[in-house]
């Protein structure tokens, strides 16, 4: 999909909000579906008269005062999916201003809601289903902001390319997403755009200690890969953000096994990982101007004669001791290690660590909103800030202290569960103990990085959550 500034494309996509009285250039048109209800003006409907000489897509916004930026994405969202039925190759687009919605966040909202409707994962189909995608988007742009509009679809373009990497990542089966491939696919990906990418095998992670990572993976034949990508955008600055992403390429929960329903889609238990490999791919395809390092502690949790067992007493990089009460919460002890090793070893002064960690969360949010913990509220707000504009939405959960108390161990520092209720907030608390006050925020994306349907644009399966609210927080704060 190549976007242009100017017309000539082969049908119009017109935006009409609910209540429109007469639309001047499909007047006669608009009358007709308007007086037999064929066409109500609301949210994300869409009416194609793609048949006579005068094309036009009529696309509607619904009520012009609850316009927003997701609305706008999930309308032409909705307008490309149509097009691409309709084998329509090219499209113009007269970009209005909106109320409440900037400019440029509205060009950006369009371009994103069209890219959005490209995305399939077909590779695996033996007949793949031809659709055909718009290729030539013109967008006629007011006077004075040709310029930065260029360059506003050029950054949602990146942002999206590091969203549907993060997908196709996702959604590979564990078979051939091993943790070697997921250490290949970063270094192949990021490489190319001046992202250092180092990758530590078994040898590596016992010199740094990392005895809970190594824990988990024990069970399994797949030799566990740290992987360390490095972006420098503001080389003299001392910052820099740490986006610490869980890499369970499979988890079948271990000795305290999954049943089957539970453990088929353990392959996406590395969305995390692909979340952070697809923001670093957009950060530095933007070359957003910050220092941002993305850590991934790789591996599978298995059985085996060599497996981790309930009631084992591990310990951490840190120091910490933890009593395995749980092989299932195996998150967490991989993200042990890799939180340490992101503000000890790489001295970030942020951290953000992105997890499919538990089904509590599941059970809290469902699969709308991320649930979150932070040991940080003003970096907190900065997250939801970010969330707001990309239409990723991040739910706080709570963290007093007798939480805390859920989580203290017997014969160890600490153990990996603490029992079923607040399920969300003890495992994001275990994480806690191993940022060590740096700024910190948990995102448990167990319900919004995966759907078992789709959900406006987001397909089902993989969604890349939440790609664009990394790169946005990279960016902005
Ligand atoms: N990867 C799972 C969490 C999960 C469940 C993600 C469903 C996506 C969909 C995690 O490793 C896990 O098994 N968590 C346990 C923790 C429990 C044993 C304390 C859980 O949530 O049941
Ligand atoms: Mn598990
Ligand atoms: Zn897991």
Redesign the pocket.
Known sequence: MDFKLGKGGEVKIILVFKGTESIEEVDELYQYLKNKGLFKGNAGEVYANVTNTDKALLLGLGEEDKLTLDSLRKAFFNAGKELAKLKIESVDIEVPELKNICYLDGIQAIAEGLLQSEYSFEKYLSKKKVILSIKEVNLNVIDGKREQSIEAIEEVKNIIDGVFLARDLVNEPAMTMTPKTLANNAKKELEKLGVKVEIYGREKIEDLGMKAFLAVSQGSSQEPQLIVMDYKGNPESIEKLALVGKG?TF?S?GY?L?PAN?ME??F??MAGAASVIGAMKAIAKSKVKKNVVAIVAACE?LISGAAYKPGDIIESMSGKTIEVL?T????RLTLADALWYAVKNLNASKVVDIA?????C?IALGNVNTGAVTNNEEFMKNIKKASHITGEPIWELPNNDEYRELIKGTFADLKN?GGRGA?AIT?GLFLEEFVDNTPWIHLDI??TS?LSKKQGYLPKGATGIPVKTLYYLAKEF
Request: hydrophobic share 30%; with cysteine.
């Open positions: 369970l988890d929960g305290c999954k539970g889609t353990m996406s238990d949790n749980n299932d919460a195996e998150g499919t960690l538990t089904g509590a599941i569960t399920g495992a167990a319900g995966y």
